[in-house]
């Protein structure tokens, strides 16, 4: 399992000879022994001194598929992407995972709907509960698997794998049983942001659509009852701007890109206990 780890974090981190243009390069990454350590080192953010993110505007790619765990996943984590990509022409579609709040699922699901019209994307629902999504649920897998063969994206949204809530990592879980056993496409992840540090090696400058991004999160009315959300990511935004040089203050998100196959191995070395120790919440 450490060595297995730790050959993975040198793909990752350090670059491996390879035909491929990785966003970004390590140097002198220190060895990571186990995921608790990987933990702590994303929490410390010492790994900003040794990274400068590349600054795009959104990923090249006219075919987008967002994972969203909940719904305002999507929005919180890569709205002001989404809105740049949109711009650009992407053709983009949104999977919903779970409805949210079991008690609320019909209030959110109307308050998505009119979300996903303003942003000028396809929603679709997989109707899972939150805290419940299923691993091997046959009905579920062929939906998945249905819209990303009629989609066939050439870039793919997802909750970071280390991501501060189990269902945030469960549908990182459900996308690796998936694709276990398939041919893997040639595409790339960009892994965003919710609660948790990402090792960020794209960031996306947002200021431009911040008020956008705010008045989208806010329809959400029945998702938090106690939390502003709005005021939260966009704080997370604000600190990012320490991942691009600007002389005025500056909103931006940031991501963890990686060819598809790749971060599939990844899922694989963090999954690979087939137990529920990753999650507060086991199934």
Request: aromatic content about 12%; charged content about 25%.
């Amino acid at each position: 399992m450490l060595k297995k780890l730790y050959r993975c974090y040198q793909r990752f981190l350090i670059g491996k000879p390879s035909k491929r243009l990785y966003k970004f390069m390590i140097t002198d990454w220190k060895r990571l022994t186990d995921l608790d350590v990987c933990s702590k080192v994303l929490e410390s953010k010492r790994f900003n001194r040794n990274l400068q993110p590349l600054q795009m505007k959104h990923p090249n790619a006219s075919r987008i598929l967002v994972i969203a765990p909940h719904p305002d996943d999507d929005i919180l984590g890569a709205g002001g992407t989404l809105i740049n990509a949109k711009e650009n022409g992407a053709d983009i579609h949104i999977l919903y995972v779970t409805n949210g709040n079991k008690t609320q699922a019909d209030a959110i699901k109307k308050e998505t709907l009119v979300v996903c019209e303003k942003l000028g994307v396809t929603p679709h629902f997989l109707n899972c509960s939150a805290r419940e999504i299923p691993l091997d649920d046959p009905t579920v897998n062929r939906k998945f698997e249905h819209l990303f063969n009629e989609l066939n994206p050439e870039a793919v949204f997802i909750s970071f794998l280390l991501d501060d809530h189990d269902d945030h990592r469960r549908v990182n879980h459900l996308m690796r049983n998936i694709f276990k056993n398939r041919t893997v496409p040639n595409l790339e992840v960009w892994a965003y942001q919710i609660y948790s540090s990402i090792i960020p090696n794209v960031a996306v400058d947002i200021t431009a659509h911040i008020e956008r991004k705010k008045e989208l999160i806010d329809i959400w009315r029945s998702v938090s009852r106690f939390n502003d959300l709005a005021h939260y990511m966009l704080g997370i935004n604000a600190a990012n701007c320490r991942y691009i040089i600007a002389d005025n203050p500056v909103w931006v998100e940031v991501f963890f890109v990686v060819p598809f196959d790749e971060y599939l191995d990844l899922c694989d070395i963090y999954f690979e206990n087939g137990n529920d120790t990753y999650y507060f919440y086991p199934n």
